[in-house]
């Protein structure tokens, strides 16, 4: 088992509509949970972080954390051309102070 | 602020040649990484410093990777000789003393690495 797994798309969503990304991570322990943004030919761009269980919403993007289902998730709404991109989920891993990543979902805006 | 800069940004080497990256930190960053991406895959770390001291080195396939980060500042990547199965996209990173994991930490440009 991956230590993160993400569904490696692509997801194809009409503009305007919501984005939903998800993630599930194996290691109970992780405390630390990231989603980093990734344009074609560049470096991976950090949007959102959650530590606790629930909702946490920054402008257009949400994130949703279950630590009991090992799960997390990144809802974009109104989505534009421009979110069309890698999407990386991306937990810490305790006992070795670094970040696991998933191997991303492509992400695919129709205008 | 100066993010994370990375040289060269594109390398194109014949196999068995060497190769090296450089990256500097942003300032006052003690914690570097590097990770290597593979073409559709994510990150995956190569070694951490913390300071000058790599800590974390399991993933570096030490017969042919080699680091360093003298003065505990900037960093090297070194391979020699390179395989055809090197080709990828070399992350650099950076983040305050221990805060990393906690935070997220800051990737530099990359170098893109195409051995032929």
């Known amino acids: 088992q991956k230590e993160v797994e993400q569904n490696s798309g692509p997801l194809s969503v009409p503009e305007g509509a919501i984005a939903s990304l998800n993630c599930t991570y194996s290691?109970?322990?992780?405390?630390?949970f990231f989603w980093y943004r990734q344009y074609s030919g560049k470096s991976p761009e950090l949007i959102m972080f959650i530590y606790s269980n629930g909702d946490k919403e920054d402008g257009r993007f949400t994130a949703q954390l279950n630590k009991a289902s090992q799960y997390v998730s990144l809802l974009i709404r109104d989505s534009q051309p421009s979110d069309s991109a890698t999407y990386l989920c991306a937990v810490n891993i305790v006992y070795g102070n670094k970040l696991v990543f998933g191997a991303g979902t492509i992400l695919r805006v129709k205008s | 602020e100066a993010g994370v800069v990375q040289s060269p940004r594109y390398k194109i080497i014949e196999k068995k040649q060497p190769v090296a990256f450089w990256c500097n930190p942003i300032?006052?960053?003690?914690?570097l990484y590097w990770y290597r991406q593979n073409l559709g895959q994510g990150p995956e770390l190569l070694i951490r410093?913390?300071?000058?001291?790599?800590?974390?080195d399991s993933q570096l396939p030490k017969d042919r990777f080699s680091a360093e980060r003298l003065k505990g500042v900037d960093s090297t990547l070194k391979i020699q000789p390179a395989e055809l199965g090197d080709s990828a996209v070399y992350l650099c990173a950076s983040s305050s003393e221990g805060r990393g994991a906690d935070y997220g930490y800051t990737f530099g440009s990359g170098t893109r690495l195409t051995v032929v």
């Open positions: 290691d109970r322990g992780s405390q630390s």
């Open positions: 410093y913390e300071n000058e001291e790599a800590v974390d």
């Open positions: 300032s006052g960053h003690n914690t």
